[in-house]
């Protein structure tokens, strides 16, 4: 099984197991994590964005415009970093990513 490893809001760090085919998302939610996603995957609300490790952020599939400027959009934003987890797809590639949840607006 491949692993994703989430760090919290509190900075608490965890491993957990990620399934090809879900979003980011999905998995980081139904692990427990407290990650709204309030319109449910659809690119619409920017309440799932993370932060992704600078040691993935190249390996990751690009995000698209509207990703881009719905993340834009929040106080801690972070160019190349910042990433909407309704809009990544676990692949076996990413084995190993390591992400960090977005501060509350």
């Not at 609300?45 to 190249?58: G, M, R």
């Not at 690009?62 to 797809?89: H, K």
Request: aromatic fraction near 4%; hydrophobic fraction near 35%.
């Amino acid at each position: 099984m491949s692993t994703i490893t989430v760090t919290d809001r509190e900075g608490v760090t965890q491993e957990i197991e990620a399934s090809e085919g879900m979003s980011l998302m999905e998995i980081v939610r139904d692990a427990g994590f407290p990650i709204e996603a309030i319109c449910g995957g659809q690119c619409a609300c920017a309440t799932c964005h993370c932060l992704i490790d600078e040691t993935w952020t190249d390996k990751l599939p690009a995000a698209d415009s509207d990703e881009i400027e719905l993340a834009e959009t929040s106080d801690y934003f972070e160019p190349g970093r910042s990433r909407l987890t309704c809009q990544i797809n676990f692949e076996a590639s990413m084995d190993g990513l390591k992400l960090t949840i977005a501060p509350e607006e």
